[in-house]
């Protein structure tokens, strides 16, 4: 017994112990034009089908969850159909899906195409997203469907997308810290979250030019805008021209201005660089959290777009 997998990139079957699964890549398609289908964005085709090994009542619980898992890993909408078949041959090529007014789109695979790397991953995904006591005291199943729900909006409204992206990481966040109170968020909760996980980010710094020292009060070690260290002493310096309110506090002002004093997303300045910027961040954040790793991912990855260690390719 069968279901069906579309618009998941994939080339070799995929075990996942922790549902009793296994995800096929579908014979179909050519190696050329996998990627392609996978990863369009008029229609949902099918790239692979999940034979399960038993049939039981938790069924639909598992179909939900593993097609949450694959968006998450692809950043891209991905359908496993809860109808089942008893061939891949019965499953039609892509689904007559109606998308609504905008394209599907896609952020970009969160690991790279390396079908190892990505079975442990969703082993590791099921396990976190069953784990109820992790779950309580991280949060972590609240900021994973916010970011899941991101990539399965039918019209892909910005503001919408971006209250759901800052309150992924406020969650988290707030859950890491013990922090309940409605003031300070960034710098109570938000940004010693992110540094505790090995981000490099502060919330203020002096408005300077390259090279100039950073406000002493600063507390981080490090900027958003890639300052460095100097030795082993409490003075850090600004490679690039830092803006007096730096990323983390412009995400919140952004937050506030959409949804606490009713301001369109074009009142904001550069809204779409820090909605992508922090579109980009939330994944890693999530992945930091759920405690994987491997020899691709480039932390770093949502500031310099490089999302991946060239060298390790």
Avoid at 300 to 307: Q, S, Y
Wanted: aromatic letters at 14%; one cysteine or more.
């Amino acid at each position: 017994m069968y279901f069906g997998i579309y618009g998941f990139n994939f080339s070799k079957e995929i075990r996942c112990d922790e549902l009793g699964l296994t995800l096929i890549p579908s014979k179909r398609l050519t190696s050329q034009d996998r990627t392609k289908k996978a990863e369009d964005r008029k229609k949902y085709y099918l790239t692979g089908i999940i034979k399960m090994d038993s049939i039981n009542q938790e069924i639909d619980e598992k179909i939900w969850m593993m097609s949450n898992i694959l968006t998450f890993c692809q950043q891209q909408a991905v359908i496993v159909t809860y109808d089942h078949r008893e061939t891949e041959e019965s499953f039609p090529d892509y689904l007559d899906y109606q998308m609504g007014r905008y394209e599907r789109q896609g952020g970009g695979n969160v690991l790279c195409i390396d079908d190892k790397s990505r079975e442990n991953l969703i082993n590791l995904l099921c396990n976190k997203l069953q784990d109820k006591s992790f779950l309580s005291n991280t949060s972590f199943d609240k900021a994973f469907h916010y970011n899941v729900a991101r990539w399965n909006l039918r019209e892909q409204y910005v503001e919408i997308i971006y209250y759901l992206s800052f309150s992924a990481l406020e969650t988290l966040a707030r859950k890491n810290q013990r922090y309940t109170k409605t003031k300070n968020v960034i710098k109570n909760a938000i940004e010693p979250f992110l540094i505790s996980l090995g981000f490099c980010v502060c919330s203020k710094v002096e408005t300077t030019c390259c090279n100039h020292k950073l406000n002493k009060n600063t507390k981080p070690a490090y900027c958003l805008n890639q300052c460095r260290k100097i030795s082993n002493k409490q003075e850090f310096f600004c490679s690039s021209s830092c803006e007096s309110v730096c990323e983390l506090e412009k995400f919140k002002q952004i937050r506030d201005k959409l949804f606490h004093n009713s301001e369109g997303y074009e009142s904001n300045e550069n809204f779409f660089e820090y909605a992508h910027l922090l579109d980009k961040l939330l994944p890693y954040v999530i992945l930091k959290v759920s405690g994987f790793t491997d020899n691709y991912i480039n932390w770093n990855g949502w500031k310099d777009l490089t999302a991946f260690h060239l060298h390790t390719l």
